[in-house]
């Protein structure tokens, strides 16, 4: 699982049938140690309803096709969780 920050939507007037019903939404990776959105950003089947701003937790490979709830779709990447928040517990030694 990985930490993202949804960026965007995508929108596909055509699409494989597979991914009809699924929002598909642009994600950037999340660095946790500097509390921002940093890296390339890919789309993610949302399967949850998380918008644009939020922080969500990411799946991919079988995981994601798991997500879809079809094993043959072509997902690589879902939107497994939205995040309220993190509590992130540094050591100085």
Excluded: N
């Amino acid at each position: 699982m990985k930490v993202g920050e949804v960026i965007g939507s995508v929108w596909a007037t055509r699409k494989m049938e597979k991914l009809s019903g699924f929002k598909l939404m642009l994600v950037k990776p999340y660095q946790v140690e500097i509390g921002k959105g940093q890296g390339d950003p890919f789309v993610a089947v949302d399967t949850i309803g998380a918008g644009i701003g939020e922080r969500v937790i990411v799946v991919g490979g079988s995981s994601a096709r798991g997500a879809a709830e079809d094993s043959h779709c072509p997902v690589d990447a879902a939107i497994i969780g939205i995040i309220d928040d993190m509590e992130i517990h540094r050591s100085d030694g």
